[in-house]
């Protein structure tokens, strides 16, 4: 990173005064977090699936700020507005809400972030992004080894932008380069940074367990507000992560998309979430893959059984056709309920100590051979399990 006489970086044209005078109305860290309510309850950004329908259901059950899905930077900003027009809805009762970018160009970066406006509270810089279309695009995560390019990013939104710039990250594998990443984000003009505790190549069956460990010496280390994303299973969790780390607010992506009453610590059953989304939907135009995903996840543990309406959904492409799925799934699994009583206040766990709903209910995705044998964080979901093994060696 090239740096001045002073040990400022050559891209940083304007000091912080003069940034503070260019935008005296713009929000600055924590008086940002408190405008925004002070979110502890938060929707991650997820391609195709944090869209406005979806937010809209989360906020119905306590999210107190929504991600909008990662845009690129340079498809957004296209002369032909068809991707921004398909990606980026919003309305009056959006809000709090945080536009995310990818980008690797920080002229492209700023023209996509400016054609947002006032219509969010902030625009953040995904720097998460660990799948393989953004190691090809060099975007996401696949940025971390290009600090200059990382600052120049945030720079130019923070001394160019009308609205306030953030970003989420994901960890290193020493805690001491970790701090070190985050503060050069903070310095660059981030106003909030959302740690995901995971390192890059933790994904898909490889995810394992957030290091919250990494997440806390982070929250220690700025001074701008921190969100945590990472091993949010149960509500409990949210928490139990604010307690471990100190963080301001606690985000979920996966555990939000299989149970979007996450935050409010309901169980309740699959077809009432599919159902209260689709009657959203009616009111709020949703591209139908996105609807299907949505489907496919609420429904994860029963489809499986009832295999000829998954194949319904399959083929459905108007919201009618997913409402009369819906509809079907939703009469086989009240004649199960019916039959075998669920308790929600009394819930057994497995030998691991991962909670036994039935099929019906809203559950979290468990990936169980990677979480319950490969995992050497400190704090562990599989308590139950490390105890067991404990006591074998003993």
Same mark, same amino acid.
Not at 232 to 250: F, N
Not at 360 to 377: N, T, Y
């Given at each position: 990173m090239t740096v001045s006489d002073n040990n400022t970086p050559g891209h940083f044209t304007m000091t912080e005064d003069e940034i503070i005078a260019k935008f005296p109305n713009r929000l600055r860290g924590y008086e940002l977090f408190r405008k925004m309510g002070s979110p502890r309850h938060i929707v991650a950004p997820m391609v195709d699936q944090s869209e406005l329908a979806w937010r809209i259901l989360s906020r119905r059950y306590n999210a107190t700020l929504c991600y909008t899905p990662m845009f690129h930077a340079k498809s957004f900003c296209d002369p032909k507005p068809r991707y921004r027009n398909e990606q980026w809805q919003t309305n009056q009762e959006d809000r709090p809400v945080i536009v995310q970018f990818c980008a690797n160009d920080p002229d492209i970066l700023l023209k996509a972030a400016s054609l947002v406006g006032t219509d969010a509270d902030a625009v953040d810089l995904n720097l998460g992004c660990p799948q393989h279309i953004a190691k090809r695009g060099h975007y996401g995560s696949f940025l971390m080894e290009d600090w200059d390019l990382i600052s120049r990013l945030i720079r130019k939104l923070h001394e160019n932008l009308e609205i306030p710039v953030t970003a989420k990250i994901r960890v290193y594998p020493e805690v001491e380069k970790t701090v070190e990443y985050a503060k050069m984000v903070e310095a660059a003009g981030a106003q909030i940074i959302t740690v995901h505790g995971r390192l890059r190549e933790q994904k898909g069956h490889k995810t394992g367990?957030?290091?919250?460990? &990494?997440?806390? #010496? =982070?929250?220690?280390?700025?001074?701008?507000? =921190? *969100?945590?994303?990472?091993?949010?299973?149960?509500?409990?969790?949210?928490? +139990?992560?604010?307690?471990?780390?100190? =963080?301001?607010?606690?985000?979920?992506?996966?555990?939000?998309?299989?149970?979007?009453a996450i935050f409010s610590g309901k169980v309740l059953p699959s077809w009432q979430m599919a159902e209260e989304y689709l009657g959203i939907c009616k009111q709020v135009p949703t591209n139908p893959s996105y609807i299907r995903a949505h489907m496919f996840k609420l429904f994860r543990y029963s489809l499986p059984i009832h295999t000829d309406l998954r194949e319904q959904l399959v083929t459905a492409r108007e919201l009618s056709e997913f409402c009369d799925v819906v509809a079907l799934l939703k009469e086989r699994l009240m004649e199960e309920a019916a039959a075998n009583p669920f308790d929600p206040d009394n819930v057994q766990t497995d030998e691991f100590g991962y909670r036994k709903?039935?099929?019906?209910?809203?559950?979290?995705?468990?990936? *169980?051979?990677?979480? &319950?044998?490969?995992?050497?964080?400190? +704090?562990?979901?599989?308590? #139950?399990?490390?105890?067991?093994? &404990?006591?074998?060696k003993t």
């Open positions: 367990l957030a290091d919250w460990n &990494k997440i806390k #010496a =982070v929250k220690e280390a700025v001074k701008v507000p =921190v *969100f945590a994303n990472g091993n949010i299973l149960y509500y409990e969790d949210i928490q +139990r992560c604010i307690d471990a780390t100190g =963080v301001d607010g606690v985000m979920s992506a996966e555990t939000n998309l299989y149970n979007p709903y039935p099929h019906w209910i809203c559950q979290p995705a468990l990936r *169980f051979e990677h979480d &319950k044998l490969h995992s050497s964080s400190n +704090r562990l979901l599989n308590e #139950a399990y490390m105890d067991k093994a &404990k006591q074998e």
